[in-house]
């Protein structure tokens, strides 16, 4: 075998992982050599004979692990985005290596001793060092011998099933995909997407990771409807299973920590703190969604002519749209390029609020064809670090979109920030690539995610960029949404792909005043999720589930928010964000996260919008700390308050 690219760091420019060069035999040596030589360096400060200090210990902690950390980010890139049947095989056997080893670093005792008694005045090290504390006691660090082992097979059990889960739904977005014969059956789609879906003589439609899906806006057969939404929300059966039993070991594992509940062992450690205050933020939204998800289901049935089911909401809300605002919502579609969305939308906005400049840098190689490189600048001209974006869906890359890192910002190693965005937009036959509004919405979205990394200016890795708690993390990313309309911004990037005309301003308008419309829908949808995610981690141990189907109707039913149309954005057997996720009691961080989100957008407006000085306060203050300081500090040190739910009330039409 030549020289293993993970054993060295990168040659490539802000070491940008080497994909050209990575062929699947060489993730597991490096897995192998990267959790030994890991766990040899941590072995080294517990034993080590001097005084424990911040920088032998919890410095040198940092500074372990670089060949793991490599091949890791590499690895489930690649699970996530480019996957391979090898690849699969492969990521069975290390997740639960790695939960293992995981567990080797923050159970072993004399480390544990070591870290203990380290002491700082330095207020960004007594950060690190309290967070670490806080990591150790949470990962059993102060359990019994006996204890300690049961918790390693807990968690390597839920390692286990969590990677099951999770490739039982990348094989059923193709296997549960919609095939129909004839085009006919896809009339309400454009000639362009029918010819994308051409596969083998037929028409094939997968699906995406959620359970209303586009297609059901448009189709106009009501049978291929049907067909489509049941598909969906019946895919992957044998996670409904999985399900059961990881809510199980979860709530086994969170008595062994001596918390009640997973979901009051995950918020411990959030900004929300408390299962009670979760609960009286989701309280004040349930009443009010659920009252005017009823009222737009009258108006569906009126303007169907008969009482509609769940796949035919998306279809006639559209109709309801146009015929109240006389708003298409695909008349849209020409006026939004993929890439011209980027160039004069995303990157244009990032430009004119904080400065930064971007350049793409085709001679630098991402791991598919479809993934382009950008380096990115500061004002000055200097560099700030490397963007990729891999736009298009495919059969071996997961549902839904998403941002994660390969390599973080570290003042320690004196490394820039390489960050990526995902998402799953149908990649046409031919022709331009074509957005919905909501993909556009989508893209700005993950972009704030981006900056959060590209900005980040921390010293030492655990705390860069989105390392952040949970029902925090989104906000950066939500705020960033505000510019997709912004009047500016907007008519810099919308203009039709083949005249170069901009939108024009009455569709804008109409867009803007439908904008509420349908929101009691989505929300039921969202908190319908959340609260299903909150009743199968509020189990206590011992709590048993018979059938996991009659489970959910029953959790739903309990919070109010069981409408026989609006079913969970995710139902169990496809919630992939809380079993193959980090979002286990977490779903509720949207909401939360969209709470700093709506005061935020307030703030901008206030103070003139989409001007530098408001961009450098926001990055000043908030997005450059990653994880370094208390979250809602930085929120108070950004917004000068404390944060309320009204404006976001008033943005769902809640009020």
Not at 16 to 44: D, K, Q, S, T
Not at 329 to 350: I, K, N, Q, S, T
Request: proline share 5%.
């Amino acid at each position: 075998m030549p020289e293993n690219p993970f054993f060295a760091p990168s040659s490539l420019p802000y070491q940008l992982p080497p994909f050209e060069e990575i062929r699947e035999e060489h993730y597991l040596p490096a897995f192998e050599r990267g959790m030994a030589e890991g766990l040899a360096e941590v072995e080294a400060i517990a034993d080590s004979s001097e005084p424990p200090t911040f920088d032998n210990t919890i410095a040198a902690l940092e500074r372990s692990g670089r060949i793991l950390e490599r091949v890791s980010t590499a690895f489930f890139s690649i699970v996530s985005s480019n996957s391979t049947e090898g690849v699969l095989e492969l990521e069975k056997q290390i997740s639960p290596a790695l939960a293992k080893h995981s567990d080797a670093i923050r159970l072993n005792r004399a480390l544990w001793a070591r870290i203990k008694r380290v002491a700082t005045d330095d207020p960004e090290e007594s950060w690190l060092l309290e967070k670490y504390r806080e990591d150790f006691v949470r990962a059993g660090a102060d359990l019994s011998e006996a204890e300690q082992s049961e918790l390693r097979r807990l968690n390597e059990d839920l390692s286990r099933l969590s990677t099951e889960f999770a490739q039982n739904l990348l094989k059923a977005l193709s296997e549960s995909a919609l095939v129909v014969d004839d085009a006919k059956d896809l009339d309400g789609f454009d000639e362009a997407t029918i010819q994308s879906l051409r596969k083998d003589g037929r028409y094939v439609l997968p699906l995406l990771n959620y359970t209303n899906q586009p297609g059901l806006a448009q189709l106009t057969d009501r049978d291929v409807r049907r067909r489509l939404y049941t598909l969906s929300v019946e895919r992957a059966p044998r996670n409904f299973e999985l399900a059961i039993r990881m809510a199980t070991l979860r709530a086994e594992r969170a008595t062994l920590l001596g918390f009640p509940s997973h979901a009051a062992y995950t918020v411990a450690d959030q900004t929300a703190k408390t299962v009670d205050a979760v609960e009286a933020m989701l309280g004040q939204l349930v009443g009010p969604a659920v009252r005017n998800a009823k009222k737009e289901a009258e108006a569906l049935a009126e303007q169907a002519g008969f009482a509609i089911e769940p796949w035919d909401w998306s279809y006639y809300s559209e109709k309801v749209r146009q015929a109240r605002y006389d708003f298409d919502a695909g008349a849209m579609r020409p006026y939004f390029e993929l890439w011209r969305v980027y160039r004069d939308g995303v990157f244009h906005a990032a430009t004119r609020l904080y400065g930064v400049t971007f350049t793409e840098r085709p001679d630098l190689k991402g791991y598919h064809e479809d993934v382009r490189v950008y380096e990115v600048f500061n004002e000055d001209g200097g560099p700030l670090g490397l963007f990729l974006l891999d736009p298009y869906a495919r059969s071996n890359k997961r549902g839904g979109a998403w941002m994660n890192n390969l390599v973080d910002q570290s003042g320690l190693f004196g490394e820039k920030p390489v960050v990526m965005n995902n998402l799953n937009i149908t990649k046409p036959a031919s022709g331009p690539t074509l957005l919905t509004y909501d993909e556009v919405n989508t893209a700005f979205h993950e972009f704030g995610h981006a900056l959060h990394g590209l900005f980040s200016e921390v010293r030492f890795p655990r705390v860069s960029g989105t390392s952040v708690p949970r029902d925090f993390v989104e906000y950066p990313s939500q705020v960033n949404e505000m510019w997709a309309t912004w009047p500016e911004i907007l008519a810099h990037y919308a203009k039709h792909h083949e005249t170069g005309e901009p939108m024009p301003a009455e569709l804008v308008e109409k867009m803007k005043a439908a904008e509420k419309f349908n929101q009691g829908f989505m929300t039921v949808e969202y908190l319908a999720a959340t609260l299903l995610d909150w009743a199968w981690h509020k189990l206590a141990a011992g709590e048993a589930v018979a059938d996991a189907e009659a489970f959910e109707s029953a959790a739903l039913e309990t919070a109010g928010i069981a409408l026989p149309t609006v079913r969970p954005r995710y139902r169990t057997n496809y919630f992939a964000h809380i079993f193959a996720g980090g979002y286990s009691a977490g779903y509720y961080s949207y909401i939360w996260s969209e709470v700093l989100d709506a005061e935020s957008v307030e703030w901008f407006k206030e103070n003139g919008g989409l001007e530098r000085a408001n961009g450098d306060h926001f990055r000043r203050e908030l997005l450059s700390k990653g994880g370094s300081l208390d979250a809602l500090t930085a929120f108070r040190n950004f917004r000068g308050r404390e944060p309320s739910i009204q404006p976001l009330l008033e943005r769902r039409g809640l009020l």
